[in-house]
């Protein structure tokens, strides 16, 4: 058999509470990916893990309904004019080899020390990737909102256009040129993330804004596509490892798809500065989630011993900073919907 393979007690039986709380995690997965950008993966992936979905099917079956949903939400902002195609094709090349070398990782990983390992990897990287990245994002969030939510090109990004490296590429939608050379590592890091946790979009969105250049509303948008191309390849995969869960799919799709309309809509409300609060705070209270988790897997891997009690107690504690962060994350949006509504109104009036 497969080292990828699982038979079918290893997929988790599906309750009533189970479907609904897949749901609404869908659907505010669906909500934070039209309004930052990212497949919203960092909150989908531990949503199902917390309900005991081992971590390899949840990044499969992650991935295979992010594609149908990234797609419209592609579409919905490219008709608000923010998304740069050309931009997201091109990364899409990188990331697509960056999501088979990710699900290497992966069955390197399930080979030499099985589900609790996947497990641990996957919580380890989230967390890591979640502190670093979503405290250098609050950062500058903050910094902007002082600035009266004026962006800013980086010195980075700034340095990096003038380098003449050939090939040079222009993206007129994004108002810059740069060397191809230097779109490539953040694609590929986009796509290897993407497979071996099911999280791109906050290292895409982030590389696109801090490295490349781009503004962080077409940024936000331009991930969408990359996200499509991405989830298409790897879902086809992890679908021949038998690692997609269908229902789990087509739950959270369901939620997803009213979500990210919902999300895209947001975006036209709203200074750029503010998606990147709510990336960064959604980011941060996920990784304590996970962070939560760790004990767990370490149990079950034999490196650490802790009572049963302490493990679950330490389990709903993951789990209820998990639905604290799909609320904080949707108030967010919705707030910010409707005080920028509000003042298009009085604005028009």
Same mark, same amino acid.
């Given at each position: 058999?497969?080292?990828?393979?699982?038979?079918?007690?290893?997929?988790?039986?599906?309750?009533?509470?189970?479907?609904?709380?897949?749901?609404?995690?869908?659907?505010?997965?669906?909500?934070?990916?039209?309004?930052?950008?990212?497949?919203?993966?960092?909150?989908? +992936?531990?949503?199902?893990?917390?309900?005991?979905?081992?971590?390899?099917?949840?990044?499969?079956?992650?991935?295979?309904?992010?594609?149908?949903?990234?797609?419209?939400?592609?579409?919905?902002?490219?008709?608000?004019?923010?998304?740069?195609?050309?931009?997201?094709?091109?990364?899409?090349? =990188?990331?697509?080899?960056?999501?088979?070398?990710?699900?290497?990782?992966?069955?390197?990983?399930?080979?030499?020390?099985?589900?609790?390992?996947?497990?641990?990897?996957?919580?380890?990287?989230?967390?890591?990737?979640?502190?670093?990245?979503?405290?250098?994002?609050?950062?500058?969030?903050?910094?902007?909102?002082?600035?009266?939510?004026?962006?800013?090109?980086?010195?980075?990004?700034?340095?990096?256009?003038?380098?003449?490296?050939?090939?040079?590429?222009?993206?007129?939608? =994004?108002?810059?040129?740069?060397?191809?050379?230097?779109?490539?590592?953040?694609?590929?890091?986009?796509?290897?993330?993407?497979?071996?946790?099911?999280?791109?979009?906050?290292?895409?969105?982030?590389?696109?804004?801090?490295?490349?250049?781009?503004?962080?509303?077409?940024? =936000?948008?331009?991930?969408?596509?990359?996200?499509?191309?991405?989830?298409?390849?790897?879902?086809?995969?992890?679908?021949?490892?038998?690692?997609?869960?269908?229902?789990?799919?087509?739950?959270?799709?369901?939620?997803?798809?009213?979500?990210?309309?919902?999300?895209?809509?947001? +975006?036209?409300?709203?200074?750029?500065?503010?998606?990147?609060?709510?990336?960064?705070?959604?980011?941060?209270?996920?990784?304590?989630?996970?962070?939560?988790?760790?004990? +767990?897997?370490?149990?079950?891997?034999?490196?650490?011993?802790?009572?049963?009690?302490?493990?679950?107690?330490?389990?709903?504690?993951?789990?209820?900073?998990?639905?604290?962060?799909?609320?904080?994350?949707?108030?967010?949006?919705?707030?910010?919907?409707?005080?920028?509504?509000?003042?298009?109104?009085?604005?028009?009036?």
């Amino acid at each position: 058999m497969d080292i990828l393979s699982l038979d079918a007690t290893k997929f988790i039986d599906l309750s009533a509470m189970a479907i609904i709380f897949l749901f609404l995690v869908g659907f505010i997965g669906g909500l934070v990916s039209g309004f930052i950008g990212s497949g919203g993966a960092f909150v989908l +992936t531990p949503g199902m893990m917390s309900l005991g979905v081992p971590g390899t099917v949840a990044v499969a079956s992650n991935m295979c309904h992010k594609f149908p949903k990234a797609l419209v939400g592609a579409i919905k902002r490219f008709r608000y004019g923010q998304v740069d195609v050309k931009m997201g094709l091109i990364m899409a090349a =990188s990331a697509g080899i960056g999501v088979q070398f990710g699900i290497q990782i992966q069955r390197i990983i399930l080979d030499m020390w099985g589900a609790a390992g996947s497990d641990l990897y996957v919580s380890l990287s989230f967390v890591f990737v979640l502190v670093f990245v979503g405290g250098y994002v609050m950062k500058d969030a903050i910094k902007c909102a002082r600035c009266g939510g004026v962006e800013e090109t980086t010195a980075l990004a700034k340095r990096l256009q003038k380098i003449e490296l050939w090939p040079m590429i222009n993206f007129p939608r =994004s108002g810059l040129r740069i060397s191809l050379w230097f779109t490539l590592p953040v694609g590929f890091a986009t796509g290897m993330l993407a497979a071996t946790i099911a999280v791109g979009g906050f290292v895409g969105v982030p590389g696109m804004i801090y490295v490349i250049g781009v503004p962080g509303l077409m940024a =936000s948008a331009t991930e969408l596509v990359i996200a499509f191309a991405m989830g298409l390849g790897g879902s086809i995969n992890w679908a021949m490892h038998g690692m997609v869960d269908i229902r789990l799919v087509l739950i959270i799709l369901g939620g997803s798809l009213l979500g990210v309309q919902l999300g895209a809509i947001g +975006t036209t409300y709203v200074r750029p500065h503010m998606i990147k609060m709510v990336m960064a705070t959604i980011m941060l209270i996920v990784a304590v989630s996970r962070g939560l988790a760790l004990p +767990t897997y370490l149990v079950k891997l034999g490196v650490m011993n802790m009572g049963p009690n302490t493990l679950n107690l330490l389990d709903k504690v993951s789990f209820a900073s998990m639905c604290l962060a799909l609320l904080i994350g949707s108030g967010i949006i919705l707030g910010s919907m409707w005080i920028g509504r509000r003042a298009q109104l009085a604005e028009a009036a």
